[in-house]
C-alpha cells in the first residue's frame, strides 16, 4: 500500500487522486496535519499525522502495512523566509523520519520532491545542468539542497530505494497553492476569470521554470515505476516543461479574455525568483526515464480557464 504525507497540499491532492485512480482507492492512505478538499476526503482512507512525529508516521505504515510513501509536506519559499526555523524543523525532520523508517526496511520504497530552488545567484541561469554549482539564498532551497544530500547518502548507504524530482513551479486548478514564490502563475488564471484584472507579485521580466500539475503528476508516477537501474541520479532530477515570465503568461490569458488586464508590484518574492534559473536542462531525466512533458503554454492556459470555471462555476 501507498502513504502519501502532506496529502492535502497542492502536489500530495492530485498525487493522492491519481494513484487512486491507478491502483485502487483503498490502496492508497492519505494523511497531512489538517483535512483537506471535498474531493479528497471523499477519496478514500484519511489518517490526521504530524509528518515531524516519529511515532506518529511509524503507526500509520505498520497499521496500513505501507510499502511506498510519498513525503509532499513542507513548508515553501515564500513561507520559510518568514518562518525559518520553522521550516527547516518540518522539511527536514519528515525526511529523516521516512529515511530511517525505510532504512530500517519498514518501507521499500521512497519519492521525495525536491525543487529548482536549490539553484542560487551563482548558478547557470539558462538551461540549468543537472550537476551545477548551488548556493541557494532561501531556507526552502538550502533544506531542499540538505535533503537530496541526504537521499543520496541513504542510496549509496544503505540501499534505501528513493526518488526525486526538482519541480518548477507548478500550476493547477483543483489546488492551490501554499505560500510559494511561483503562485502568481495560479493566482493570475482565478483573478482574471474573477476580476479581469490581477497585480502581479513579480516583475513582468521574471521568467522562470514552470509546469502543468497533470504533467508533474504524470512523471512523479513514472519516476516511482522505473525500473531501479535505470535511475541514476538519486539526489533529484532537473526536470523541465516550459519557462514564461508574467508578460507572456498575460498574453496567452489575453487570447482568452481579450480584456484582461496586468499590473505589477514586486515584493519580497522578486527577490528570491531573481536567484532561481530561468530554464532547466531535463536531458538527465528525458534519457534515464522517458520523460516528456505534454503540456505547452496555449495547451495549460485552456485547461486551466475551463477547469476552474468548472470547479469554481465563474
Ligand atoms: C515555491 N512552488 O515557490 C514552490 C516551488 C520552484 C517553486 O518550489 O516555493
Known sequence: KILIIGACGQIGTELTLALREKVGRDNVIASDIREGSEDLMNSGPFEIADATNYNQIEDLVIQHDIEEVYLMAAMLSATAEKFPMKGWDLNMSSLFHVLNLAKEGKIKKVFWPSSIAVFG??????????????????????SKQAGERWCEYYFNKFGVDVRSIRYPGLISYKTLPGGGTTDYAVEIYHEALKNGKYTSFLNKDTELPMMFMDDAIRATISLMEAPSEKVKVRSSYNLSALNFTPDTLAKAIQKHIPE??????PDFRQAIADSWPSSIDDSEARKDWGWRHDFDLEKMTSEMLEGIKEVYHV
Open 121 to 142: 545567484p551563482t548558478t547557470p541561469k539558462h538551461d540549468t545542468p543537472q550537476t551545477t554549482v548551488m548556493e541557494p539564498t532561501t531556507v526552502y532551497g538550502i
Open 260 to 265: 484582461f488586464e496586468i499590473s505589477y508590484a
